[in-house]
């Protein structure tokens, strides 16, 4: 194989398609959504699945979540993978969750109470090393979900070393100002609210090409769709009017009368 100069790099590079074709099959090119090497959990969106490697969240690994807030997007984006976990016989362990869980509610999103497993970790370093004993214990057929505000870089390049060995999912909620920081989790999402029950996907980590545009899923709360009318499943055209309606001028039709009146000194 014979190499190509790339005159705007002045270094050599290889041209992929002179390799026999079982190696080029397997060469990864950066522009690409990489293919996970170990297994993966479906999310329940379409849209999301498409945009990850592997087609999921990854198993063997660590998956970052960040949110503007605790307890805002983590249940309606993961309860449809957790459900699925929950329906096979898997345990959703939780570790340091910043409110109490709510089984009716979970319920409502296919989590049977029986399959939850709460442990109470109020202190950070208890949070981490809660987290750091699920990993290496390697529970299977579930997930781990650890509430980690406060874990530093070098504490969460020890977790991902141990998540290698273990073959369930692990997401750890962080808050959105974490995206500045460096992270050794292979897979890092943004999520934040939309409008009409939407929730806004960026990734801002994963294996491929950046993606710059937020991905928009369609997440109703558990099994609420099915008793919502048309109309709750739009909120924001019913706020639209009764928005329209509250609007007051800010400045009266007098007033503007006096704005035209010269200043009198």
């Known amino acids: 194989m014979q190499p190509v100069n790339n005159p705007q790099y002045g270094v050599p590079r290889f041209d992929a398609s002179q390799l026999p074709s079982s190696i080029a099959q397997a060469v990864w090119r950066g522009m690409e959504v990489g293919c996970a090497s170990d297994a993966v959990v479906a999310t329940g969106f379409t849209a999301l699945d498409a945009q990850l490697p592997g087609g999921g969240w990854p198993c063997n690994a660590l998956t970052e979540l960040l949110q503007p807030q605790p307890s805002l997007c983590e249940w309606r984006l993961l309860s449809p993978t957790l459900a699925t976990l929950a329906s096979t016989g898997g345990h959703i362990l939780l570790v340091g969750p910043p409110k109490r869980p709510h089984p009716p509610g979970l319920s409502k999103l296919g989590i049977a109470e029986s399959s939850l497993v709460w442990i109470a970790a109020d202190t950070p370093a208890e949070r981490l090393w809660a987290t750091e004993q699920l990993i290496k214990s390697n529970p299977r057929g579930g997930a781990i979900l650890a509430w980690l505000p406060q874990a530093r870089p070098e504490q969460l390049r020890r977790l991902q070393v141990h998540a290698q060995g273990c073959d369930c999912p692990v997401f750890l909620f962080r808050p959105e100002s974490a995206q500045r920081d460096a992270s050794p989790a292979p897979l890092r999402v943004l999520t934040t609210l939309g409008a009409d029950w939407e929730l806004q996907v960026h990734i801002l980590k994963r294996k491929g090409a950046w993606l710059e545009d937020a991905i928009t899923l369609h997440a109703v709360p558990g099994t609420l769709a099915h008793f919502f009318t048309p109309r709750l499943l739009h909120p924001s055209r019913l706020l639209a009017p009764l928005e329209a309606t509250n ?17 009198a000194h």
């Open 247 to 263: 609007v007051r001028p800010l400045v009266r039709t007098a007033d503007r009368q006096d704005l035209r009146q010269p200043a």
